[in-house]
């Protein structure tokens, strides 16, 4: 529930599901909005971070104090609308500088009913966050302000993250196809269930036509399109709960067809080779994370945005119903799987983003790998 109001000096407080309060002004919307509290340790890429799929659902807390320092533009955005369920940053911009700032991040979060919080001191919620892991939480201001337990109440009573089902409540409802730019090479099937929209540009920037399916879509579906290449995208929820989408992916695999997933996709063939996901404590979120190339020792600085992970063994390669599999990238700073690859046939995964948007470029080659497995395939 939200009102729509410019005040945004009107009181406002934050609420965890085990009763820590943070008292501060309201940001955006006023009125009240629940979530899962995670923190995004990105210092820029506000926007690319508040429109991406993935954030469904939940409350982003910004380590870095100063927020919407370039204002609001409309090129950057990755889908049509802001997806984060609530926001938190402690020192908003005053006055938005930027050459193509439209209009400031505060009347863009009030213009499409994000309820928010200022003032806080978002290192200390960081570090509770990190101590005692993403949970519950629930943003009041305005006239939604209440006594804390009443408040407290209200946000134990919603659902937890783990086990949500959500990728079809962000994905695209019509297929639709972003053409190659320039002479096109190859065509690609890609699954939608949360994608962003720099994905299928980097694609295309490599000649390639992408046709973005539904995450309803079947195996049909994608051979309809007469896939040289398939794609699984990122998105929000429990990847315990896709079963359709391991279905989808075990049939391409079945297939040996060129796949290539990244963050939920690479759960999802996780799942699809008979890996387990797991939840992490509080997950990986921003676009400076250290991760290792296992294939070729490489370390990139990477963009982040989950909260589950692949259960694979680090150390050893594994048999699976489709050849074996071994894990090809490692975060190094938990040893948490963040890559996936079959070795006898071309299919792997990154958990990941290396779309860069927003983000290091570090990991752009793995589109260029894709393509390698298409061109290989092809010959």
């Given at each position: 529930?939200?009102?729509s109001?410019?005040?945004a000096?009107?009181p406002a407080?934050?609420?965890l599901?085990?009763?820590r309060v ?6 955006g ?13 990105g210092?820029?890429g506000y ?9 469904h659902?939940?409350?982003v807390v910004?380590?870095?104090p100063?927020?919407?320092n370039?204002g ?5 955005p990755?889908s049509?609308?802001?997806?984060v ?11 938005p ?7 400031s991040?505060d ?23 990190r101590?005692?892991?993403a949970?519950r939480?629930?943003i009041f201001?305005g006239e939604?302000?209440a ?6 109440a209200k ?13 079809a409540?962000?994905?695209?409802k019509?297929?639709y196809?972003?053409?190659a ?7 690609v ?9 720099m ?7 490599r000649?390639?036509e ?8 079947t195996?049909?579906?994608v ?7 398939v ?7 429990d ?6 989408p ?13 796949l290539?997933?990244?963050c ?6 996780g799942?699809?080779l008979?890996?387990g996901t ?9 676009i400076?994370q ?9 370390v ?13 063994p680090?150390?050893?390669v ?6 074996r ?5 490692v ?18 995964s990154v ?5 860069a ?10 589109f260029?790998r ?6 290989a395939?092809r010959?």
């Amino acid at each position: 529930m939200t009102t729509s109001t410019r005040g945004a000096k009107a009181p406002a407080v934050l609420v965890l599901e085990d009763g820590r309060v943070f008292r501060g002004r309201a940001y955006g919307a006023v009125g009240e909005t629940f979530g899962e509290a995670v923190f995004s340790t990105g210092m820029t890429g506000y926007q690319e971070t508040l429109t991406d799929p993935s954030y469904h659902r939940q409350v982003v807390v910004m380590t870095a104090p100063h927020v919407g320092n370039t204002g609001v533009n409309d090129e950057d955005p990755e889908s049509s609308r802001i997806w984060v369920s609530g926001y938190v940053v402690r020192d908003p911009a005053r006055v938005p500088s930027n050459w193509r700032s439209r209009r400031s991040l505060d009347e863009e979060l009030e213009r499409q009913g994000v309820v928010g919080i200022c003032g806080i001191d978002t290192r200390a919620l960081t570090r509770h966050l990190r101590e005692r892991g993403a949970m519950r939480v629930g943003i009041f201001s305005g006239e939604a302000v209440a006594e804390d337990a009443a408040l407290l109440a209200k946000v134990q009573a919603q659902p937890q993250m783990k086990g949500a089902n959500l990728s079809a409540e962000v994905a695209t409802k019509e297929a639709y196809v972003v053409p190659a730019i320039g002479e096109k090479r190859f065509t690609v099937a890609a699954v939608d269930l949360g994608i962003k929209g720099m994905t299928p540009h980097r694609m295309a920037e490599r000649g390639i036509e992408v046709h973005v399916l539904p995450a309803t879509a079947t195996a049909e579906d994608v051979y309809a399109v007469d896939p040289d290449g398939v794609f699984f995208s990122n998105g929000p929820g429990d990847p315990a709960t896709a079963d359709h989408p391991v279905s989808v992916m075990q049939a391409v695999l079945e297939r040996r067809t060129p796949l290539f997933g990244i963050c939920f996709g690479n759960q999802i063939l996780g799942r699809a080779l008979g890996f387990g996901t797991y939840k992490l404590k509080y997950g990986h979120r921003g676009i400076n994370q250290p991760v290792q190339d296992r294939t070729t020792g490489k370390v990139e600085v990477t963009a982040h945005n989950h909260g589950f992970a692949v259960d694979a063994p680090l150390d050893k390669v594994s048999d699976t119903p489709y050849g074996r599999a071994e894990v090809s990238h490692v975060c190094l700073n938990d040893n948490v799987v963040e890559g996936l690859q079959l070795l006898d046939q071309p299919a792997f995964s990154v958990q990941y983003h290396p779309e860069a948007a927003a983000g290091p470029h570090d990991a752009a080659y793995l589109f260029d790998r894709f393509v390698s497995l298409m061109e290989a395939e092809r010959a």
